[in-house]
């Protein structure tokens, strides 16, 4: 086993044993998940079962980083001959300077949550935004040419969301986070790329809130509010209806109290177990090359949600 040095800043929890007994040995190519916390990501199950199911030698372990290493742990990571990660919260945008290549994609949404490296050389990519169109697309008659959309969060993955909407033809969104200056931030960026999307922001309010609901015909969380116990819901949901469809990007637990509130009123729902299966798939080809068994995917996840 694959210990880093302190310098690092991460402590590396690489299993024994793949899932179903697999043996770890010197020939293992070894990935994983970068970000602060992991310890609730469903990604090592869900690409070890994928390992196995295609009789690869490949095991996928969680690196815990704190921000202030974030710089150290890449390194380390790249030196141990890691063959890729994943990158979560707080790290998509600011891992950035630290890659020696990015594709368009990822550089047009501003942040990275899948790196390849390729002897020595860490190339960035963006995968949330395909994940979550898959997720949506399966699960609801989501018609994005005829949406409104209300974004809460202005982060990573807020970014490659209304990045990935505004390619498939949404006309209007409002995006409404804690951080007035990075959501005008991210607004502006989007507009850039995007000329055909009015896009404006919304004060982090109650009124607003109001506002957006009424306005919009799909709402997405993409803040972590929700994740911890005793979070409560990041928007007032009085105004939420049938017409609505309500996505929550945490899948940890599956149902927020967002969701929760948001059934109850007869919303059409989704958490981001779907987002995160169909991202991982995608991360997967990248690492490896070969198409990721989605079926064997999707089985490991817990609680996997479709229409609601």
């Not at 860490?122 to 697309?137: E, Q």
């Not at 970014?159 to 607004?187: F, H, K, N, T, W």
């Not at 306005?215 to 994740?227: D, Y």
Request: net charge neutral.
């Amino acid at each position: 086993m694959l210990v880093p040095p302190p310098a690092c800043g991460f402590a590396m929890h690489t299993p024994h044993h793949t899932p179903k007994g697999d043996p770890v040995n010197g020939a293992t190519t070894v990935v994983g998940i970068i970000g602060h916390p992991v310890s609730h990501s469903h990604s090592p199950q869900m690409h070890n079962a994928a390992f196995h199911a295609l009789g690869l030698n490949w095991v996928y372990v969680p690196f815990p980083l704190t921000p202030d290493r974030l710089a150290d742990g890449v390194r380390g990571l790249a030196a141990a001959g890691v063959r890729g990660f994943n990158v979560t919260i707080p790290h998509k945008e600011k891992i950035l300077p630290l890659l020696d290549e990015i594709s368009p994609q990822a550089r047009a949404i501003g942040a990275v949550n899948t790196v390849v490296i390729d002897n020595g050389k860490l190339v960035g990519h963006n995968t949330d935004g395909v994940g979550f169109s898959h997720a949506l697309h399966q699960a609801h008659r989501f018609k994005p040419e005829r949406s409104r959309v209300l974004v809460l969060g202005a982060g990573g993955s807020a970014r490659a969301v209304c990045d990935q909407l505004a390619r498939e033809g949404v006309p209007a969104m409002y995006i409404c986070a804690r951080r007035s200056e990075q959501a005008a931030d991210l607004s502006a960026d989007l507009r850039s790329h995007h000329p055909g999307c009015d896009i404006k922001t919304l004060d982090w309010s109650p009124l607003d809130h109001r506002c957006g609901i009424n306005w919009a015909e799909l709402i997405v969380n993409t803040t972590p509010i929700g994740m911890r116990p005793g979070d409560g819901s990041p928007l007032d949901t009085n105004g939420i209806s049938p017409g609505h469809i309500v996505v929550d990007l945490i899948y940890a637990p599956p149902e927020t109290e967002l969701l929760q509130k948001c059934r109850a009123l007869r919303a059409r729902c989704l958490n981001g177990l779907g987002m995160l299966l169909h991202q991982g798939a995608a991360a997967f080809t990248l690492w490896t090359g070969k198409e990721a068994p989605l079926d064997v995917m999707q089985a490991a996840l817990p609680n996997h949600n479709g229409p609601a």
